[in-house]
């Protein structure tokens, strides 16, 4: 499997990937990227921001993420609790898996990417957030070592749940 950045050629591809996201979030009642959210224009815009990255496996999209090195506004107020590092990190958002694919964790395979990704850039956290109702995603970040740290809120005032993984640098031992 190849992780790489994403380009304005596989828009279309990403864009199948979020709808059956949209639809399983639907199907299982969870109020998550169902109002038109993320749409082509986010996904160009991660791209031209080179944010956006794909998980390729036989030639074949399988997998998007958009993985940014430059904060989140929303993340500077945590509530009911703390992020568990006061150091740079890189955010974690649109995390999409082909239905094909669910189930042989190709979602983990991503997360462990994007930790080979932030260790190349000296970063040594990842934050992440996700609707309180996603389970699956949250069974997906607890079973890669996230830790839960609080409540934020999105600009359009959502509630969700906050959580980090602290990185270490296997050469230094350093955080």
Not at 96 to 119: H, P
Not at 127 to 137: A, G, L, S
């Amino acid at each position: 499997m190849e992780f790489r950045r994403a380009v304005e050629a596989d828009i279309n591809r990403i864009m199948e990937i979020i709808e059956q996201a949209k639809f399983s979030l639907k199907a299982k009642g969870i109020d998550q990227w169902q109002n038109g959210y993320p749409n082509p224009d986010i996904i160009r815009s991660d791209i031209e921001n080179n944010y956006g990255y794909v998980l390729v496996n036989d030639k074949k999209i399988i997998a998007t993420v958009a993985v940014s090195f430059e904060g989140e506004k929303t993340y500077e107020k945590i509530y009911n609790g703390n992020w568990t590092a006061d150091v740079e990190y890189a955010v974690v958002h649109r995390l999409a898996v082909d239905n094909e694919y669910k189930g042989r964790g190709i979602a983990s395979v991503l997360l462990s990417n994007i930790e080979k990704l932030c260790l190349n850039n000296g970063i040594y956290s990842i934050r992440v957030d996700t609707h309180e109702d996603n389970i699956p995603m949250q069974s997906l970040l607890k079973k890669n070592n996230f830790i839960y740290c609080g409540i934020i809120y999105l600009e359009d005032k959502s509630k969700r749940l906050a959580y980090e993984k602290v990185l270490i640098d296997r050469k230094s031992g350093q955080v």
